[in-house]
Antibody
Framework: EVQLLESGGGWEQPGGSLRLSCTASGFSFRDYGMTWVRQAPGRGLEWVATISGTGGRYYADSVRGRFSISRDNSKDTLFLQLNSLRIEDTGIYYC????????????WGQGTLVTVSS | QSALTQPASVSGSPGQSITISCTGAYSDIGDSMYVSWFQQHPGKAPKLLIYEIGLRPSGVPDRFSGSKSGATASLTISGLRAEDEADYYCSSYTSRATLIFGPGTRVTV
């Protein structure tokens, strides 16, 4: 059974930084692309970033240059470094296993809440 | 602002069929086989319903079906049930090597 467990969310001031983690199990982590999707309170889903199994990175325009996606295949863990945080970055951040990189968001974690506020 | 458009809401009675549209452009839905649909109940994570336009993951009832014509994808729910009341999102791979989601459709049964 695929399981994705996010952590690292919390409260931060505008301009601050946070690092999200996602521990994966139930599949061969290194063989799959992984994605972060976020959802602002009461709003829809927004793709944030994707990393392939071999480390190729893709970003939404809204976060490029501020967020960085990475992975540690030896620890089956996905990361998202959030820098220069803005109020509009507030939301639930979901860790997602791709069926094929950048194709299908196949399995979703339960999410971790990031709140950016002064 | 999402580049995909969906109706804000769709409603139906139990047993009826409803269809949710998702309209994009040639650079996304029109030129991609990677069109997906997701169901999200309040307070829960999204769940994959349809991938690659019309394929169902294991465990998804065949009441859910997907199709595409040009730059518009559609999700049809047949034999509507109370538990189908949820938000539904479409997504597509784009020619810019990004993913985009539709704004979501609230289904009321």
């Amino acid at each position: 059974e695929v399981q994705l467990l996010e952590s690292g969310g919390g409260w931060e001031q505008p301009g601050g930084s946070l690092r999200l983690s996602c521990t994966a199990s139930g599949f061969s982590f290194r063989d799959y692309g992984m994605t972060w999707v976020r959802q602002a309170p009461g709003r829809g889903l927004e793709w944030v970033a994707t990393i392939s199994g071999t480390g190729g990175r893709y970003y939404a325009d809204s976060v490029r240059g501020r967020f960085s996606i990475s992975r540690d295949n030896s620890k089956d863990t996905l990361f998202l470094q959030l820098n220069s945080l803005r109020i509009e970055d507030t939301g639930i951040y979901y860790c997602v296993k791709d069926r094929l990189t950048l194709s299908t968001c196949e399995y979703w974690g339960q999410g971790t809440l990031v709140t950016v506020s002064s | 602002q999402s580049a995909l458009t969906q109706p804000a809401s769709v409603s139906g009675s139990p047993g009826q069929s409803i269809t949710i549209s998702c309209t994009g452009a040639y650079s996304d839905i029109g030129d991609s086989m990677y069109v997906s649909w997701f169901q999200q109940h309040p307070g829960k994570a999204p769940k994959l319903l349809i991938y690659e336009i019309g394929l169902r993951p294991s465990g998804v009832p065949d009441r859910f079906s997907g199709s595409k014509s040009g730059a518009t994808a559609s999700l049809t729910i047949s034999g509507l049930r109370a538990e189908d009341e949820a938000d539904y999102y479409c997504s597509s791979y784009t020619s810019r090597a990004t993913l985009i989601f539709g704004p979501g459709t609230r289904v009321t049964v």
